[in-house]
Nanobody
Framework: QVQLVESGGGLVQPGGSLRLSCAAS????????MGWYRQAPGKQRELVAA???????NYVDSVKGRFTISRDNAKNTVYLQMNNLRPEDTALYYC??????????????WGQGTQVTVSS
């Protein structure tokens, strides 16, 4: 069994910062790509940022220059540093990870979500 546990969400004023963490635990052979998604009320879930096992990253245009994704492979953890937050960043943030149970087989797991609210 694999679990992804997120933390770090909360209420912040516009221009503020938050750091999200997502730790994977359980029966893990290795982890492939990891990413952060978000879903605002009435909107579709969107990919915010992703990072490969080798460290390559990509971001949705709206967060480029403000958010940074990173990972610590020794801790099976992915982070999302969010700076200069805007009200439109308000959403439920989910982490996602490709968890390999052996060399060839993986499943994509989701965390439970952590709320980020940007408001004055």
């Amino acid at each position: 069994q694999v679990q992804l546990v997120e933390s770090g969400g909360g209420l912040v004023q516009p221009g503020g910062s938050l750091r999200l963490s997502c730790a994977a635990s359980g029966s893990i052979f290795s982890i492939g790509a990891m990413g952060w998604y978000r879903q605002a009320p009435g909107k579709q879930r969107e990919l915010v940022a992703a990072i490969t096992s080798g460290g390559s990253t990509n971001y949705v245009d709206s967060v480029k220059g403000r958010f940074t994704i990173s990972r610590d492979n020794a801790k099976n953890t992915v982070y999302l540093q969010m700076n200069n937050l805007r009200p439109e960043d308000t959403a439920l943030y989910y982490c996602n990870a490709e968890i390999y149970s052996d060399r060839h087989v993986y499943f994509a797991y989701w965390g439970q979500g952590t709320q980020v609210t940007v408001s004055s």
